[in-house]
């Protein structure tokens, strides 16, 4: 099998998980190059990989458009600030190459429809990194949702509660703000959101919200809640903020079914509880898998096999629907 070859935009703090993603499949895949305006971190990647990789040898762009005409690239992982994702995300297709975007895949609906489109129109696959739907709590709750264990469902929840203070957003001046950052629902809360929409069958009915800028120096809100209806009938709930004093409280995902009650803390699970009983119960699973790796597995065998990821494009529009109506709605 011919390795699928993968460069990455952008080499901040969260690429570390890309390239660490990349060495857990190195059978299978191989990091070939890096790109990012400053050199200097760029070239931490290409060390993080060809120390853990023998015989790796990873280029180092600081040049854009030489990074796109690189033939050697079957997939670029965009790994940018998130208002810099739609745009990268339509060059690199245009350049004939398959796109894994972190979140949110875009800040607007109408560029998550061109990335879309534009993937179906050039055949390359578009994978959003919604990792968290692969930590192994996660897979085993939609288990128990596909299953039929919760009998009816009842509602939901998502709590992200967390500490941003203003030195967090003055690190960084793209940081809250309306064009490049999109706010605390988008930023903090949108794995949280992704969750529980996946897990309460997806489509919105009716949705109302409250969102305000409390504390923070920000353009964006530092608060935000959610009431949802699902289709289905199941009501969702989502309480989102970064003013948590002193420091992070948590990142909860709560289900609750007329036979069932579940709630993740994070990625462990906090209470397990239904009518029935099965086998994969008290199965022990590992806590500490954050979820990249599993989702590149997803994205390599989609290529190989010529099938959509898990994680598609339609799938993490999602998220944004959701949230963007939000900020409607207020």
Sequence with gaps: MTKVKFGIIGCGRISARHVDALISHK???????????????????????????????????TDYEAFLNDNNIDVVTIATISGYHAQQAIDCLNHNKHVLIE???????????????????????????????????VQKLKQAIDEGRFGKLVHGTARTLWARDDNYYKQASWR?????????????CIHNIDLLQWMMGGEVE????????????????????MLMRFANGAVGIVEGSVCVYPKNLEESL???????TVVLSGNKIKTWQFADEKDYDTLD??????????????LIDAINEDREPLVNGEEGKKAIEIILNAYGAN
């Design 254 to 260: 709560g289900i609750f079914g007329e036979k069932g």
């Design 206 to 225: 009716r949705l109302s919200s409250e969102t305000d800028t409390f504390i923070r120096d920000i353009e964006t809100e530092d608060f935000g809640a």
């Design 103 to 137: 979140k949110p895949m875009a800040l607007s609906l109408e560029d998550v429809d061109k990335i879309i489109a534009l993937g179906k129109e050039k055949n390359k696959k578009v994978c959003v990194c919604h990792q968290n739907r692969f930590i192994p709590a």
């Design 285 to 298: 699973f590992d806590e500490t898998n954050l979820g990249h790796a599993p989702l590149y597995k997803d």
């Design 27 to 61: 059978d299978e895949a191989e990091l070939v190059a890096v790109y990012d305006i400053i050199e200097a971190p760029a070239i931490d990647k290409k060390s993080q990989y060809e120390s853990a990789i023998d015989g790796a040898d990873v280029k180092v762009y």
């Design 176 to 188: 809250g703000t309306k064009e490049l950052d999109g706010g605390t629902l988008m930023n903090q």
